[in-house]
């Protein structure tokens, strides 16, 4: 990719290969997984990328002695709420598509490690990831750019995090998603998207 760092090296790995994850995690202390096929496929796609190739990142990560795993989770795993309801990380689970439930199978797959292997991890239920807010919707739901570093920031950096789940979104005043967990991280959202209302 253009515009690398000097600090910065990329390796290309496929999700579906462990050998190659193993590859590419080589020295890194904490991980921020972020791939996946990110919309809606076949349960069969969907499976392999998505919750084997995230038990493969777990794994790997177990084995090379890697501290945290920031998990980059959905709103999608709670999409059959209704938009009325308050919707905190402690409710229970209600995918709307395989996508969804392959974000929730991640999130246990993380719990699974924590518990039987100590590795940290924290989960953001990424919601509307934009520039700028698109539509209505997003006056609820979207996160800024700043936001989503600072978020993921905070999720790999922040001590005394064992599991967490928290929402992925900016300061939005009509969120239906609760903040828990961002007084855990210190995350301070530095957006509202209803700066955008009147654009809308």
């Not at 796609?45 to 790997?60: P, S």
């Not at 945290?68 to 402690?90: K, T």
């Not at 599991?163 to 855990?184: C, F, H, K, Q």
Request: one cysteine or more.
């Amino acid at each position: 990719p253009e515009g690398l760092q000097a600090h910065e090296t990329f390796r290309a790995a496929d999700l579906q290969d462990p050998a190659q994850m193993k590859q590419a995690m080589q020295g890194a202390q904490a991980v921020i997984h972020l791939g996946s096929i990110a919309d809606e496929h076949t349960y069969e796609r969907i499976r392999a990328v998505n919750i084997d190739g995230t038990q493969h990142v777990l794994q790997v990560a177990h084995e090379l002695g890697v501290r945290r795993v920031a998990f980059a989770s959905s709103i999608h795993e709670v999409g059959y709420y209704s938009r009325s309801q308050q919707v905190g990380p402690e409710v229970p689970v209600r995918p709307d598509t395989f996508y969804g439930v392959s974000k929730v199978a991640g999130e246990a797959l993380g719990r699974l490690y924590r518990e039987r292997h100590g590795l940290e991890f924290v989960a953001v239920r990424i919601c509307s990831f934009q520039p700028r807010p698109q539509d209505a919707r997003h006056l609820s739901t979207w996160l800024s750019p700043r936001n989503a570093v600072q978020l993921f920031r905070r999720a790999v950096t922040t001590p005394g995090v064992g599991y967490l789940t928290v929402a992925g979104i900016s300061g939005n005043t009509r969120r239906w998603m609760t903040p828990e967990g961002w007084d855990v991280l210190g995350y301070t959202p530095q957006d509202d998207a209803e700066e955008s209302a009147t654009a809308l």
